[in-house]
């Protein structure tokens, strides 16, 4: 019953910088967000933990910054230095006590 509403992908020249957001319509867990690239597996690139914490993929370290508004069950990702790498569509994630919940994916293009 939970949805995932994403927003603010699109395309980016490299050194840019993009936002996402992505708001649950319930209450939940450990939000964050995964990308994944053509040929690769999904990949986790900044999430909270369910204790408040955060992780960060080694690749965007010192470049993306992920936030959230806890009363309003949303979370954000500042991307900022964008490098052609950073091509993905990105999935915002969000657990729940029975299941975890994907939105619908938002392609994120860095190009000249």
């Known amino acids: 019953q939970v949805q995932l509403v994403e927003s603010g992908g699109g395309l980016a020249q490299p050194g840019g910088s993009l936002r996402l957001s992505c708001a649950a319509s319930?209450?939940?867990?450990?939000m964050g967000w995964y990308r994944q690239a053509p040929g690769s597996q999904r990949e986790l690139v900044a999430g909270?933990?369910?204790?408040?914490?955060?992780n960060y993929a080694d690749s965007v370290k010192g470049r993306f910054t992920i936030s959230r508004d806890n009363a309003k069950n949303t979370v954000y990702l500042q991307m900022n230095n964008l490098k052609i790498e950073d091509t993905a569509v990105y999935y915002c994630?969000?657990?729940?006590?029975?299941?975890?919940?994907w939105g619908q994916g938002t392609q994120v293009t860095v190009s000249s």
């Open positions: 994630k969000a657990d729940t006590m029975s299941r975890r919940y």
């Open positions: 319930g209450i939940v867990y450990a």
């Open positions: 909270f933990t369910r204790g408040g914490s955060t």
